[in-house]
């Protein structure tokens, strides 16, 4: 029972996944419009360097960010006075394609991708900040909005399905809609602001969830239609005793993860006339301003607190794991991208410059496949792009991109005590899983994958392997390239006198 409740759940999500993905090809801080880290591609199995390019010297590491077969990032070049223009890469090569300043001095800070065009914000100490639509081939302005907003340094902007995009902005002009063609508000609406340097916001469906409060007053969240920018209704009161609200989170079944500072760690479900908590759970250590939430294809949360990240249960809030120490002090204040295999890219977010650092974790966050160091990545965040390449930067002037091949081998420190294979994960899947199998001493093995008839489809890995616990990616092809059909499909090891085979689901 508590297998076939399992395997409807994650068919559930799978679906729940497919209904809502937002339109366009575009990561932001989270990757998409649930901010909730999750990509649809699979990232690199190892630090195997794609390439690494100089782009424009930053005293701040910042986030990088994907679209088609670019990149783009802010490059702070002063912080006195404060100057950071955009940077514009290739993302298969690293070479520098345009740099552009807009302004004398603030901060270009890109909000997000659509409709071929990025969205940045020029961000000025004191207020006074301008909206720019850019043409991603040559940084040239397409449009500039004829009104400034007063907020702090955000990273916030949500895309409606005909590609307009929301905004948070203070006073009366508290959330705008904005017009993707001109730059022409469609409409506003006022609310009591948070104090926050980081605000984000989410959508699903035709809902924006955005936060309302001020330092004295309570604070909760806001369902709003986006058509009109009508309220529809509010959570209950949040608890808290700060003032600086944490980034909040989608899951792709449309729960609410979020944070009040110097409170709890919540999760909400909109059941269509209301916010209702599902959970609260005391947070494991401090939740830093500028870190991210994540969640994976099995709807499992990923929170960084204090000096780990943190793996909890979507339906319970409880704790299921958490990592290795990801900074040596300070709080990490980190941000992720999950692979469509759940793998898990996190960047710890590092305020001091020698412990700026990347990781790729498992799903369950207990190995570390690879790590490395990157000065000072405060406000930096891994980006996963097309065909599975990870980029991302710190401070200096070097960018770095990974990509490797199909098959990992990480090995342990312990040796297995016996030949195993494990079940794939996420199961269903689509379009790729992950088959872990373990060796204890080097053999000659293969893995091979069958349809529902016993013809062979493909063989995923055949040779001399090396002891240890070794992960395999299969994305739903034959051999000969071609995507296979949704079904039922037998995965088996062989390794001297050991075979065993499970099943999997790939739905299509």
């Known amino acids: 029972m508590a297998i076939s409740r399992y395997v ?3 068919l559930l999500i ?28 699979t990232g690199p199995a190892t630090n195997q360097l794609l390439w690494s390019k100089p782009s424009l010297n930053s005293v701040w590491g910042n986030q990088v960010y994907t679209w088609g077969d670019k990149l783009v990032t802010t490059r702070y070049t002063s912080l006195s006075p404060l100057r950071a223009p955009l940077a514009c890469h290739n993302l298969y090569t690293g070479d520098t394609l345009w740099t552009r300043n807009y302004a004398p001095n603030g901060v270009m800070i890109v909000m997000g991708f659509h409709n071929d065009q990025i969205y940045a914000r020029n961000f000025q100490q004191g207020g006074a900040d301008s909206i720019y639509a850019i043409n991603p081939a040559d940084g040239a302005v397409i449009w500039k909005s004829d009104f400034t907003v007063e907020r702090g340094i955000i990273w916030s902007a949500v895309f409606t399905g005909n590609g307009d995009l929301i905004v948070p902005g203070s006073g009366s002009l508290g959330i705008m809609r904005i017009d993707h063609a001109d730059g022409d508000t469609v409409w506003t ?3 009591t602001i948070p104090n926050t340097g980081a605000e984000s916001m989410c959508a699903i469906g035709n809902t924006l969830y955005a936060w309302e409060g001020a330092i004295n007053t309570p604070k909760r969240l806001m369902a709003i239609d986006i058509d009109n920018g009508a309220v529809k209704y509010y959570s209950p009161a949040l608890p808290g005793d700060g003032d600086q609200e944490i980034t909040f989170s989608l899951g792709p079944d449309g729960v609410i993860y979020c944070a009040r ?59 299921l794991d958490s990592s290795v120490e990801v900074i040596g002090s300070g709080v990490a204040n980190g941000r992720m991208a999950i692979g469509a295999d759940g793998m898990v890219y996190f960047g710890n977010g590092a305020s001091e410059p020698a412990q700026g650092k990347y990781f790729m974790f498992s799903p369950d966050l207990q190995e570390v496949f690879w790590s490395q160091n990157v000065p000072f990545n405060y406000y930096s965040g891994p980006a996963l792009g097309r065909d599975g390449i990870l980029v991302f930067g710190g401070s200096g002037a070097t960018l770095y991109a990974y990509q490797t091949p199909t098959a990992i081998s990480p090995r342990p420190a312990a040796l297995p005590e016996g030949f195993s294979l494990a079940q794939n994960y996420p199961n269903p899947f689509n379009p790729v899983t992950t088959i872990p199998f373990t ?9 091979m994958i069958y349809n529902s008839a016993g013809q062979p489809v493909r063989t995923l890995i055949s040779g001399n392997l090396a002891a240890g616990r ?9 051999g000969g390239g071609k995507a296979v059909a949704s079904g039922v499909y037998l995965y088996r090891l062989t390794a001297g006198n050991f075979k065993e085979a499970r099943k999997m689901t790939l739905l299509r």
């Open 8 to 10: 409807c759940s994650v």
């Open 14 to 41: 799978w679906l729940s996944t497919i209904l809502t993905a937002p339109a366009g090809d575009w990561s932001t801080v989270g990757g998409n419009n649930q901010r909730n880290g999750q990509s649809d591609e």
């Open 189 to 191: 609406l006022t609310r």
């Open 261 to 319: 500072d110097g409170g709890s760690i919540y999760a909400l479900e909109d059941n269509g006339n209301a916010l209702a908590i599902r959970w609260s759970a005391p947070p494991r250590g401090t939740i830093g301003t500028y870190a991210q939430f994540g969640v994976g294809p099995d709807n499992s949360v990923y929170i960084p607190m204090g000096k780990r990240l943190y793996r909890f249960d979507a339906l319970t809030g409880a704790a």
């Open 439 to 447: 060796l204890p001493k080097a053999a000659n093995a293969a893995v």
């Open 470 to 478: 070794h992960l395999l990616r299969w994305d739903g092809t034959d």
